[in-house]
Every structure is written in structure tokens, then in C-alpha cells.
């Protein structure tokens, strides 16, 4: 997805420059309203995703002083707003009904003639 590998691109610069690594994020985080903002959303989780893994992954034992230290000073910050985005995106899927998948089969055999419910209680299946 290019917009992961544009924020991986963006942090492997500030790394290598030797400064400390920021993410711009959006504070205002609110439910989905459609499958567009759902996307953003998805993206930023995997950004996200991406920055906590880089903190771990990039950690240097600070005891080995010849070897310049890398800070990721938003990793709490991230976390937390991870866990409230992940949150968020659930909310939105349940509300949109597109969480519970016998909900929409259920619509989709009522539409349709065959009803595989019936019959596997004849059984027909």
C-alpha cells in the first residue's frame, strides 16, 4: 500500500539522519461513516502498526555508547491511540452490520428461492 510505504520511506529518512522518529497523526478520530474513511482508518492502523513494530525492532542497548541511539518518542502515544483506532473501526463495522456474517446470508437466503436452512432441516443437505 503506498501510503504505508510512504510513511516507512519517511521514518527510514528520519533514522538515518539520526533524529528522533515523529508520525503526524489525526487526533480526531470518530467512527466510520463510509467505506472510504473505514479505508483511512485501516491505513492509519497499519501506519501505525509499522511505527510500534520500528520502535521494538530499532531498540538499542544504551550501555553500547559507540552506537548512536534512535529515539521513538511517540511509541506510548501510538499505542493508545492504536488500540482507540481498532475500537473505533469495530464500532463502525457493527453498527454497519458488517460484522455478523449469518446476518447477511440470512437476507440473502430469504431473497433467494433455494433456503439452505430448510433444507438441511429436511435433510436435503
Not at 509499522?50 to 530499532?58: D, E, G, I, P, T
Not at 469495530?90 to 446476518?103: Q, S
Request: proline share 3%; charged share 35%.
Amino acid at each position: 500500500d503506498s501510503v504505508v510505504m510512504s510513511s516507512l520511506l519517511e521514518y527510514a529518512v528520519q533514522y538515518a539522519k539520526g533524529e528522533s522518529v515523529q508520525l503526524v497523526m489525526d487526533t480526531k478520530m470518530q467512527l466510520p461513516k463510509d467505506d472510504k474513511s473505514l479505508k483511512e482508518m485501516e491505513d492509519m492502523h497499519r501506519i501505525f502498526a509499522l511505527y510500534q513494530w520500528l520502535s521494538v525492532r530499532m531498540e538499542v542497548d544504551t550501555a553500547d555508547r559507540d552506537i548512536r541511539v534512535v529515539d521513538f518518542p511517540m511509541r506510548g502515544l501510538v499505542e493508545s491511540k492504536s488500540e482507540e483506532l481498532a475500537t473505533l473501526m469495530g464500532e463502525g463495522l457493527a453498527i454497519a452490520g458488517r460484522r455478523d456474517p449469518k446476518k447477511k446470508a440470512l437476507k440473502i437466503c430469504k431473497k433467494g428461492e433455494n433456503n439452505p436452512t430448510k433444507a438441511n432441516e429436511k435433510g436435503d443437505l
